[in-house]
């Protein structure tokens, strides 16, 4: 049965229903983040200034669902000509996801219980989140990825979370909200869900029984 989990306190308290994981920095390391973005740069010669200027102006509309790669490529490497190929760094970008497998371990656990309803919450293009929806084997155990590429909002932007509650049917105060940046949960409190700030899978395990979710 969903739905099973019961916060502390007494009579009166409330069961947890959802949870919603962020991918990049909880499930698995940031897609394309500055760190993944630096390596690129040391890997392929690029210019550091050049390139965060052009993807400052671009990843919103790539994440939004309203550029492809190919188009994000275009205007943030291959506006002049390389001595390397779309394939080649392509495939060096998708390389800089890995999973953290305590944490999907953990996910897994909670899913396999059949007392939560798994889902994601992220900001994510759409080529990337397929990648690492596949490699880091999520499919299995969420029951929907509201990603900004398709959702068509941006974390911290309430859209995304308004999105999120409506279709999957959650109660605000009956959901959790998985995040490692402080400034993703403050719209998710407003809209009074809880929150947790990741650091790692022990820690989320002990604040996961804090709000009385325990597989």
């Known amino acids: 049965r969903r739905g099973g989990g019961r916060a502390p306190g007494g009579h009166g308290a409330v069961s947890i229903s959802h949870l919603f994981f962020d991918v990049g920095g909880v499930l698995g390391s940031n897609g394309w983040d500055r760190e993944q973005r630096r390596r690129a740069m040391d890997r392929f010669g690029l210019e550091e200034a050049d390139l965060e200027d052009r993807h400052a102006e671009a990843a919103p509309v790539w994440e939004e669902g309203r550029m492809t790669l190919e188009e994000y490529l275009g205007v943030t490497v291959f506006y002049r000509p390389r001595r390397f190929q779309a394939a080649e760094f392509i495939e060096f970008m998708l390389a800089q996801s890995t999973p953290d497998p305590a944490c999907i371990a953990l996910a897994r656990t909670l899913a396999a219980s059949g007392r939560f309803l798994l889902m994601t919450i992220n900001n994510e293009s759409a080529e990337l989140n397929l990648y690492r929806i596949r490699s880091f084997g999520l499919k299995d155990l969420f029951a929907a990825f509201f990603s900004s590429c398709w959702v068509g909002a941006l974390k911290p932007s309430r859209r995304i979370y308004e999105?999120?509650?409506?279709?999957?049917?959650?109660?605000?105060?009956?959901?959790?909200?998985?995040?490692?940046?402080?400034?993703?949960?403050?719209?998710?409190?407003a809209l009074g869900m809880r929150t947790i700030l990741y650091h790692d899978a022990a820690g989320l395990r002990t604040a996961l029984a804090g709000v009385g979710v325990e597989p």
């Open 163 to 189: 999105v999120a509650l409506a279709v999957s049917q959650a109660e605000p105060h009956r959901a959790v909200f998985i995040d490692d940046r402080e400034r993703n949960l403050e719209t998710a409190r």
